[in-house]
């Protein structure tokens, strides 16, 4: 079967997931990406056009602005399709990748890619590149999964998983969270200021007059002070995200004064 022939120059588009801190022979660079595609219309004497490049955008999604514009160029006739390095730089979900895919084609336009040199101008390339983005689904799928198991091991010995610690915290050894005996008292104290029925502007103040640092550095406001009462990270819980939960509290990692602390929905003044 031989190939549809390609008229118009094809646009080499380009995609980073995550550009900082990447490196490594499994990172593949806009650089490295362009250099393959154009390899690729070399080899195939095809004409190249722009170089459309999408940096920090998931495969997971196909509404990306560089491929939207790469897109609106083969509609407008000025592109005659794309020339990716691999197929999961075109995308990383088979439904989306298959309807835009569909909406090239029905456009007039290709898709190669310079992996395997197949492209959907051929019955069996369409077939292959069907394959390989399952595969490419499958994997970030796996990838997925495997994070979420991990995160359910560690919650369930207790770690709390979030990208700042809690005020009235520290991460030990083993990535728990241990009480900090130096800003514990504040956070106790405004579970007990609340209880009594201070205001969120009140409790604020306190932490601002004490110095008790914020996660960037302001000042307290009324808003992140209401954010210390409403945490169940307080009353000892571990979690990561809304959805994986541990809620047996632990004597060392719960910060409520003992007797009988407002749990986190009372302190909010939630019923």
């Given at each position: 079967m031989s190939p549809k022939k390609v008229r118009r120059p094809l646009d080499i588009y380009v995609r980073v997931s995550r550009v900082a801190g990447r490196e490594g022979d499994s990172f593949a660079s806009p650089?490295?990406?362009?250099?393959?595609?154009r390899a690729l219309a070399k080899a195939r004497g095809l004409a190249v056009g722009e170089v459309l490049t999408d940096l920090d955008q998931t495969g997971g999604k196909m509404s990306r602005p560089q491929l939207d514009l790469a897109l609106e160029r083969i509609e407008q006739g000025v592109s005659g399709g794309l020339l990716v390095a691999r197929l999961d730089r075109f995308a990383r979900t088979v439904a989306g990748a298959l309807a835009t895919l569909e909406r090239i084609d029905e456009l007039g336009g290709v898709v190669l890619t310079a992996e395997g040199d197949f492209d959907t101008s051929t019955a069996t390339g369409e077939l292959v590149l069907g394959i390989m983005l399952q595969l490419a689904q499958f994997e970030l799928r796996r990838i997925r999964e495997s994070w979420a198991d991990a995160q359910k091991r560690a919650v369930a010995r207790g770690v709390h998983i979030s990208t700042r610690v809690p005020v009235g915290y520290r991460r030990n050894g083993?990535?728990?969270?241990?009480?900090?005996?130096?800003?514990?008292?504040h956070v106790k104290e405004i579970f007990l200021r609340r209880a009594r029925?201070?205001?969120w502007q009140a409790c604020a103040d306190y932490l601002n007059a004490e110095g008790v640092p914020t996660f960037k550095g302001g000042q307290w406001t009324p808003g992140n002070a209401r954010v210390i009462c409403t945490n169940r990270v307080y009353l000892g819980e571990a979690r990561a995200g809304g959805t994986i939960v541990n809620r047996r509290p632990t004597r060392r990692s719960s910060l409520p004064p003992s007797g009988k602390p407002p749990t986190a929905a009372k302190a909010s003044g939630r019923p």
């Open positions: 650089e490295v990406q362009e250099e393959r595609c083993d990535s728990r969270l241990e009480v900090d005996r130096l800003t514990a008292p029925g201070a205001s």
